[in-house]
């Protein structure tokens, strides 16, 4: 007969705390232990200070952020997306401070299971912050790396300051994929375009093209376009805005508004870049306009279809105080037959051809409800990158082509 | 003149495109009855506020009953938040999916009922841009399937459609027939207005994430498969037990019983899904083709056959979770002497390469001991038991690995193995390892409805049940109901509400030197 396990009775109040939300502090040399400890207490059948919980894990996520602002943000993600994604749960927090030193915290995110108020499905957080003066990668990624549970998917999330080589390629010799933001935070969306801030757009998609054979890498801003591109898609296939997708082979000008500033320009940029590179545009000539009353950015851009001389002409138009992302989409045709118009009305995209026209519903909830709002917001995004993760060609072509469009884009 | 050159669309490439759903109307017949309130409204709500439903769509429904659109939409409101507590009810919301609900008292028995259909309809398609086309839901009695369906194409809303259309489409709730000459019926009088691809047979079953997962199970995980046959499984054993009694629908049970309620449909679909060679594709056509296969290899029951593979039971008074529940003859609009098996529990043989020899057992019935539904794959033992302890020569106490995929209550899957308990000798231990679908993935489970209705909108067949498939599972199961039939039974009630049915069910499993699950 095997003896019963020892109980420590402080375990009871520890475990409540974890399973509350509370950040239990840890060696950082036994998380895993301790972990462990804290679940066997969980599981505990005749305690009765908290409901029944079971501990899932479906992926690991590792979030990679700055000390503050960033840092809260993530954590309200995970307590959204951990409701849809039982997961291992990896804050990795970059902190200044005068003397290097790693800590770390556990915590779950508890959630009842939908329909039922007798079982909890619980998540673990584990939270690895490195304070310093100097930061390097290798050294946060060698506590990161080995909490990552083997054989599930795994996504490293790197906010956009940290969206670096030299940052990222230590966390992805362990994780496959790489979830980016090509659009701008709200400090940079009102920042001059010209300069950096094309420079930085153009190294996010770079560093997509770069580690694409590493991982598999999905940009939220490619994500919202999703609805966007279908609706145009859709427009020459066998539906009632039947356009011939041999009209694709004579097109005459692309014009896409767009709201928000900086943020709407990068979506913008990348819907145009998917067309160009499905339907093999070269850029001839690009430029950049900034408005002298705001920020907001136009481009003008020349492509060339090969084999063919004739000009095509794109036009990325900013509409002053819209809502940020796409607002509509147009593209004419050479002899002016048709005319293919995708406008966001009513929580919904309406496509249109003359006369002929089809609506096409946002998957976004969080758009679908409001007259004022076309983009989903952060967590239905990242929901999303999840359940659909899979290696994008599309993508990455449609990357590939606005890197090459900013390299000749004069300002 | 120079034909133009049809070249492919590029923009579609990477695009999830299979579920797009074209702008249409939605007509319930039976629209007043349970199964809209219970399941198909929800449904559609859900499908709402998942972005699911096109922009152009418009459910009308129809029955005998006066009610004004208004009166309508509160009834679904109230019936959504009486028995779908799981969707996120916010009044804003369903105000929006409520705009699209309209009603219309009809007469289905008469051409009138049809026009003011059509009209309707007319208008709708003006209104919500539903450009024509329909899909028609028959939520009533199955006696009213033909004459709906005839007044429809009277009246010009059912026409024949080529392959190459999608529209109009009609959804029928099994049963599809009640024997083999009515079932073939009902096909011939469908097939005299409309094709097949625009018949959707709806088998809720179908529907549920645990029975699609068997596809996935199975042809995804690359270590199953090879173990999936006579070499290595034992036996398998199929259960639908369910603790509920007839739940006032004593007439219509009288007449079914279980095989038809329940053994003709759902678990001869089950049974195909387990037994299946893979498809060459996830087209629809591919999986339905390799299902039919399964049901033409079972070796037919005989006359002479019948009594060593089937056995039936009905129900006596009994009890339930603590209560005592009547038997059947005692249930409201049953007849006291009635012959009806409320309990069936069948040995079937496949006769082909994968499965020669392996006995499928299945069981399924009314006021059991427990609710459960579950296919449990029984594997062969070790060649050679190291370890003596395990061994016993009581079936019910023996050990195997098994593989058990619970469809019901609990979505998930389970595997028995054997392990060493912990301490100073070698003790082995049976345990499983468990997954559960509510815990591992975290998000609402959508319903088995919201799925089909999802894939009708579509024009996905692959969860529905083809003419042939119905066809083949009458004609395996006809020799046992004629044969019932004529031999009535003198046993009956032969078990007590709340047991696990007649002790003659577990001598038809003992035969073959097995025991039915403890569940």
């Known amino acids: 007969m095997s003896l019963p396990a020892v109980k420590n009775p402080q375990d009871a109040g520890r475990t409540m705390s974890f399973l509350s939300g509370n950040l239990a502090q840890v060696d950082v040399a036994k998380i895993e232990r301790e972990l462990s400890r804290l679940w066997d207490s969980a599981g505990n059948k005749e305690e009765s200070s908290w409901t029944p919980v079971v501990r899932a894990c479906a992926l690991n996520v590792v979030l990679l952020c700055d000390e503050g602002k960033n840092e809260r943000m993530f954590e309200n993600l995970l307590a959204e997306i951990t409701l849809r994604h039982p997961c291992r749960a990896i804050l990795a927090v970059i902190a200044a401070a005068q003397v290097e030193a790693v800590e770390a915290w556990v915590t779950a995110h508890c959630h009842f299971l939908p329909g039922r108020l007798d079982k909890q499905m619980c998540c673990e957080q584990i939270t690895v912050k490195w304070s310093g003066q100097s930061f390097k990668s290798e050294g946060l990624a060698s506590v990161v790396t080995p909490l990552v549970i083997p054989e599930l998917p795994s996504w490293l999330f790197a906010g956009s300051n940290h969206l670096t080589r030299a940052v990222v390629e230590p966390f992805l010799a362990y994780l496959d994929h790489l979830l980016i933001d090509s659009r701008f935070s709200d400090e940079e969306d009102n920042a001059e375009l010209c300069g950096e801030r094309l420079k930085m757009l153009a190294s ?14 999905v940009d939220l801003a490619w994500l919202t376009l999703s609805a966007w591109r279908k609706a145009i898609a859709l427009a020459f296939d066998d539906t009632d805005v039947s356009i011939k997708p041999s009209r694709l082979q004579v097109v005459k000008t692309i014009t896409i508004n767009y709201g928000g500033d900086n943020n709407g320009f990068s979506q913008a940029l990348l819907l145009a870049s998917w067309l160009t590179s499905r339907i093999h545009l070269e850029p001839s000539k690009a430029k950049l306009s900034q408005k002298k009353s ?5 481009l003008q851009a020349q492509f060339v279809q090969p084999g063919s001389s004739d000009a095509i002409e794109l036009n990325l138009v900013a509409v002053e105080n819209s809502c940020t992302g796409i607002n509509s989409f147009e593209m004419t045709f050479r002899d002016g037959s048709d005319k293919l118009n995708v406008d966001f009305a009513g929580g919904a995209l309406k496509v249109s051809n003359a006369d002929n026209y089809e609506y096409m519903e946002l998957p976004w909830s969080s758009a679908r409800d409001k007259e004022g709002a076309m983009e989903p917001v952060f967590n239905e995004l990242v929901d999303f990158a999840f359940e659909h993760y899979s290696k994008d060609m599309v993508f990455l072509a449609a990357a590939q082509s606005a890197v090459k469009l900013l390299a000749s884009c004069q300002c | 003149m120079i034909e133009e050159k049809v070249l492919d669309n590029p923009l579609l490439e990477g695009l999830a495109l299979d579920r797009h759903v ?52 509160n009834l679904m409101r109230d019936s959504l938040i009486k028995f779908a507590p799981d969707l996120p009810y916010e009044e804003e919301s369903w105000s929006r999916f409520a705009a699209s609900l309209y009603y219309r008292a009809t007469d289905s028995s008469k051409p009138e009922g049809y026009e003011v259909i059509k009209s309707t309809l007319t208008e709708l398609d003006a209104k919500h841009g539903t450009k024509g086309r329909h899909v028609f839901y028959l939520s009533t009695s199955p006696s009213l399937y033909l004459p709906i369906i005839k007044g429809l194409a009277a009246s010009g809303l059912v026409t024949k459609a080529k392959v190459s259309e999608a529209w ?22 469908i097939h005299e207005v409309m094709r097949e691809h625009q018949v959707y047979r709806i088998d809720h079953y179908l529907g549920k994430e645990t029975v699609q997962n068997i596809m996935v199970f199975r042809f995804a995980n690359g270590i199953f498969e090879p173990l999936w046959n006579r070499n290595h499984i034992d036996h398998i054993q199929i259960t639908n037990a369910e603790t509920i009694g007839v739940e006032g629908r004593g007439a219509y049970y009288q007449e079914a019983g279980a095989l038809r309620d329940m053994v003709q449909n759902h678990l001869m679909q089950l049974l195909a899904l387990v037994l299946m060679e893979p498809p060459i594709s996830m087209d629809a056509e591919a999986t339905r083709d390799e299902k039919i296969k399964v049901l033409r290899c079972l070796k037919p029951l005989t006359a002479e056959s019948i009594d060593q593979h089937a056995v039936r039971g009905q129900y006596g008074e009994g009890f339930i979770v603590g209560s005592t529940v009547p038997g059947f003859r005692q249930e409201e609009s049953v007849s006291p002497d009635a012959p009806t098996p409320t309990f069936a529990a069948l040995k079937l043989e496949v006769d082909n390469w994968r499965w020669a020899g392996v006995p499928i057992y299945m069981r399924s019935g009314k006021r059991l001991a427990k609710s459960i539904t579950e296919v449990a794959v029984h594997f062969k033992k ?13 079936p019910s106490e023996r050990h195997d690995n098994v593989l058990v995929m619970q469809i019901q209550p609990e979505e998930g899957i389970s595997l028995k193995f054997a392990t ?3 301490g100073p000798t070698t003790m082995v231990r049976w345990l499983n390892m468990d997954f559960k679908y509510g815990t591992a993935f975290g998000a609402r489970t959508p319903t088995a409805y919201e799925r089909l ?60 030197g097995h025991a039915w699950r403890k569940l």
């Open chain 1, 204 to 217: 996010k998609w770079q560093i997509a093209l770069d580690l694409a054979d590493r991982a598999v890498v």
């Open chain 1, 294 to 298: 705001g920020s907001s950015s136009s």
């Open chain 2, 22 to 73: 074209d702008s249409l109307s939605f007509v319930i017949f039976g629209a007043h009855g349970d199964l809209t309130k219970r399941k198909l409204v929800p449904a559609m709500y859900a499908l709402f506020l998942q972005g699911l439903l096109p922009k152009g769509f418009a459910l009308l429904g129809t029955s005998r009953t006066k009610m004004s659109d208004e009166e309508f939409r």
């Open chain 2, 168 to 189: 109009p489409r009609v959804v029928i709730e099994k049963p599809f027939g009640h024997d083999l000459a009515s079932s073939i019926d009902l096909d011939e009088n």
């Open chain 2, 382 to 394: 070790a060649p050679h038991n190291l370890f003596a302890a395990d061994q016993s020569d009581d």
């Open chain 2, 420 to 422: 060493k308990q912990p």
């Open chain 2, 453 to 512: 209705i999802l894939d009708c909108l579509i024009g996905d067949p692959s969860l529905y049940a083809r003419t042939d498939f119905v066809e083949a599972s009458w004609k395996y199961i006809e020799p046992l109901i004629e044969h019932w039939d004529k031999v009535k039974p003198t046993d009956f009630p032969n078990y007590k509400a709340g047991s696990w049915g007649p002790k003659a069910a577990d001598d038809l499993i003992a035969s073959t």
